[in-house]
């Protein structure tokens, strides 16, 4: 269900985003881009079928030029720093960053009478796992200020709704995963924390071994186990999303996911299988923070923006991933 407005993307050079912004125009989407390159790569954008501004978004004068130059229907926020580990040590780049800086964005919506907003948050919104499968009833209780400053957005943006009529629709990841299928768009983040691209590097040298957080945990194999949720999967949500607000939906949250765990040794053994080759590990004591298992329940997702994910098999995800890290940019958009 497209319109005659245009779609402002935040963070859309990056990861998640570019992916998501490269679905919407294959639905025919007009879409302004506005990233910062602080961890976006301009490569990862058709520039020749997308309006790319480089800024920030608390920059108040240059958001109102937007505004005022397009007409924006609704707003896909990315824009977010997402080292949990550094939001510990730096607990104050993250709130300016994820918290302050899309004020000055909400504040330019209400000025221009944009309503529609979609937010890329996270299930670390919920904190430690008081059941499984999660749903979106869980407590939200966020253990670290990444997390935090997620479940702080969402509380604006609920303010926000009851003030002057914003909607909005709260994605909560779980594990993101894969590349474009087409190997053309990947994941390269610097430093790179995820474990399948770590995996990847690995087998390719470019790290020494992949570390195995712990190994005694309460697990069939003494590993985490986690849902791994597809980009494409998380960039078709974001289109679905956007149809559901159109069509007058009002506020809600969906988690993302598969509704299917899998552990680290079985994500290494399923790399060894895609690529015939033994991936270099070792073994290390358990991470702070790191739950057993997080295991998403998908069904709001489904009922209420007709959306499941399409690749349930983590296979998928790291053959796509491989198709990145061994192709043309062999998983990395500039050298």
């Known amino acids: 269900m497209s319109s005659s407005g245009s779609l402002l993307v935040t963070g859309g050079a990056g990861y998640i985003g570019s992916h998501t912004v490269r679905h919407l125009l294959s639905m025919h989407e007009r879409i302004i881009v506005l990233d910062n390159l602080v961890f976006g790569h301009v490569e990862a954008l058709p520039l020749d079928r997308v309006t790319f501004v480089r800024g920030d978004m608390s920059d108040a004068a240059l958001i109102d030029s937007l ?31 994820n918290l302050a800086a899309p004020l000055t964005l909400l504040d330019t919506m209400q000025k221009h009478g944009c309503k529609m907003f979609i937010f890329s948050s996270t299930c670390a ?19 670290n ?16 709704g009851t003030a002057w009529g914003l909607q909005c629709v709260f994605l909560r990841y779980f594990n993101a995963s894969g590349c474009d299928l087409d190997g053309e768009i990947g994941e390269d983040h610097t430093p790179e924390t995820h474990l399948i691209p770590r995996i ?19 697990t069939p194999d003494g590993t985490c186990i986690r849902d791994y949720i597809h980009v494409n999967d998380l960039a078709s949500a974001h289109a679905q999303a956007l149809d559901y607000l159109r069509k007058g939906g009002e506020t809600t949250a969906v988690n993302l996911g598969t509704g299917r765990g899998f552990s680290v040794k079985e994500i290494i053994q399923t790399a060894e299988a895609v690529t015939g080759k033994t991936v270099p590990v070792q073994y290390g004591p358990r991470r702070a923070g790191d739950p057993s298992e997080l295991i ?13 994910a399409q690749f349930k098999d983590p296979r998928s995800h790291i053959e796509s991933a491989w198709k990145w890290m061994t192709g043309p940019r062999k998983g990395r958009y500039s050298a």
């Open 67 to 97: 505004f005022a130059q397009h007409k924006i229907e609704a707003v896909l926020h990315f824009a977010a720093f997402a080292f949990v580990g550094e939001s510990v040590t730096d607990p104050l780049k993250y709130y300016r960053n």
């Open 125 to 143: 919104t919920y904190g430690d796992p008081q059941f499984m499968p999660m749903s979106e009833d869980h407590p939200q209780q966020p253990v």
């Open 145 to 160: 200020p990444y997390g935090a400053s997620k479940w702080m957005l969402e509380r604006v943006l609920r303010d926000c």
């Open 200 to 218: 990847l590097m690995a087998i390719t040298g470019e790290i020494e071994a992949i570390t195995v957080f712990g190994s005694d945990y309460p």
């Open 296 to 308: 998403c329940n998908p069904a709001r997702a489904k009922s209420v923006l007709g959306w499941e």
